[in-house]
């Protein structure tokens, strides 16, 4: 890992394998421009957590520059698959009943493509 100022963060995000964005809705909009008028290449993955607007400027101008982009909604979609596994009494590693579908609904409900469920981590 390693701190930049936020001010050398245009220049410095392509040469970044792995970038998360935890920014508030717009929070990195300003970022965007800057690193778009640089014209970085990156082959590197952002785990955008925005979900509204969606595509945020960060993950617009990260898949322009060559990126792969990982959408906030997506990460929503297992963190709920989590909590349910919770609120219903099972550990984080034991599958639901029928998890598939469930994973499926709530890609279909939020206009996602369907996923397959993640093997349960390993200890």
Avoid: K, N
């Avoid at 800057?34 to 014209?39: E, F, K, N, Q, V």
């Avoid at 595509?55 to 792969?68: D, E, L, N, Y």
């Avoid at 369907?114 to 981590?121: E, G, H, L, T, Y």
């Amino acid at each position: 890992m390693r701190l930049r100022a936020w001010d050398e963060a245009p220049a410095a995000l392509p040469g970044y394998d792995v970038v998360v964005c935890t920014l508030p809705p717009h929070g990195a909009d300003e970022l965007a421009r800057d690193a778009a008028r640089l014209s970085p290449v990156t082959t590197g993955v952002l785990l955008d957590a925005a979900y509204d607007p969606w595509p945020s400027a960060i993950a617009r101008t990260w898949a322009q520059a060559g990126g792969a982009v990982a959408p906030g909604i997506d990460m929503l979609i297992f963190q709920a698959v989590d909590q349910i596994r919770l609120f219903t009494g099972r550990g984080p590693g034991t599958p639901l009943p029928r998890e598939q579908d469930v994973v499926a609904a709530l890609c279909t409900a939020v206009g996602r493509p369907v996923r397959d469920v993640p093997p349960p981590p390993t200890s």
